[in-house]
């Protein structure tokens, strides 16, 4: 509890890194044509949300080859923000299950991820 590693690799002698195996452009137009914001993001975050993603990634690769993963953010709800006082961007938490509905849906139906480019880094 409390560990803050700094340069540490998550897996021992494991790969520099790992890519979503979700359709993750698809996904985020998927839930931009249900009226909801969505981007792609070259990163997952800071340390927890890199240290997750890659434990996930590593655990699909080496014990679940058939099994697709990715990372997800969702914004604070607009009460948090409220309540801590800041300017953050915010969306209700039924807007962000039904987003992440349409996430798991195309998620499912759809194989190969959209030819556009797409993706920040943020």
Known sequence: MGAQPIDTPV???GP???FSTLPVKACAAAIRAEGVPASVSHTA??????????GL?????TGFPNVRGGFVH?????EHVAAAGTDAPSLSVDRCADAL?????TALSTTTDLTTPAGSLH
Request: proline share 10%.
């Open 11 to 13: 897996v021992p002698d």
């Open 74 to 78: 969702v914004p604070y709800s607009p």
């Open 16 to 18: 520099v890194g790992y």
């Open 57 to 61: 990634m590593h655990l699909l690769a």
């Open 101 to 105: 509905g349409v996430l798991v849906d």
């Open 45 to 54: 975050g800071t340390y927890v949300c890199n240290h997750v993603f890659y």
